[in-house]
């Protein structure tokens, strides 16, 4: 005689005799309902035909190897809640010491700042004999174009007056973002990494307990962050 462990109905009967076993919500037996329903089993058991050992076994074994991992899962979801609160009391008590630091971090945004240094830093995985920048602002409208030149392999650096091509300037605490392209002496394309940088201003955190560093109007997600430094 074969009872369902899970989906079942928790009723079994046979001879007109019924044994009954409690479920939790779901259709989902808890250790308690499976006891119910193997202890049915044994006494409803046809004499002539009983439980072997062997399935005995197999269905103790299932229901053991569900109950461990329904209680690896619990305990999962109970280190992920930890590590959440441990990560933000860290970060908690660092950001009263990293307000006021400088940082570099993947990507490819820049503030300019009226009276500070807004310079502009960009990697080149090879040499390259030309180098172009173009700036845009917010609407996505280009303000300034610039040729480098030619550029060694390794961390570059452009210092910009928050002028434009034609008439105009940059205003203090606007955003703009910025691209590199590069090619060699044969006209291949020279691969290169974008950084933005500027000082912390509020440290934030997201969804998740995602840390985030303000540098003024930008946001820069810590993950993406490589380089903390003292600066003016």
Do not use: C
């Amino acid at each position: 005689m074969q009872i369902p462990l899970v989906g079942g109905t928790g009723n079994t009967s046979q001879s007109g005799q019924s044994g009954q076993s409690e479920s939790v919500p779901g259709g989902e037996m808890d250790k308690q309902a499976f006891l119910q329903l193997l202890v049915t089993q044994m006494r409803h058991q046809d004499p002539m035909d009983p439980m072997k050992g062997q399935e005995y076994a197999a269905q103790l074994a299932q229901f053991s190897s569900v109950e461990q991992l329904t209680n690896l899962n619990d305990r999962f979801d109970q280190m992920q809640q930890s590590n959440v609160q441990l990560s933000r009391s860290i970060s908690n008590t660092l950001a009263a010491t990293i307000v006021g630091k400088r940082i570099q971090a993947v990507g490819n945004a820049v503030a300019y700042n009226e009276g500070e240094d807004t310079s502009i830093r960009f990697n080149l995985e090879n040499a390259a004999k030309e180098v172009k920048l173009t700036i845009r602002d917010s609407n996505d409208q280009v303000v300034k174009t610039e040729n480098l030149g030619s550029m060694l392999a390794g961390e570059q650096e452009y210092q910009w007056n928050g002028r434009y091509n034609l008439l105009g300037r940059a205003d203090d605490g606007e955003t703009f973002t910025y691209t590199i392209e590069a090619t060699d002496r044969e006209g291949n394309k020279v691969s290169t990494n974008t950084f933005t940088q500027g000082k912390i201003s509020a440290v934030e955190y997201g969804n998740g307990g995602q840390l985030y560093f303000l540098l003024g109007n930008m946001r820069v997600s810590a993950g993406n962050v490589h380089r903390i430094y003292d600066g003016g």
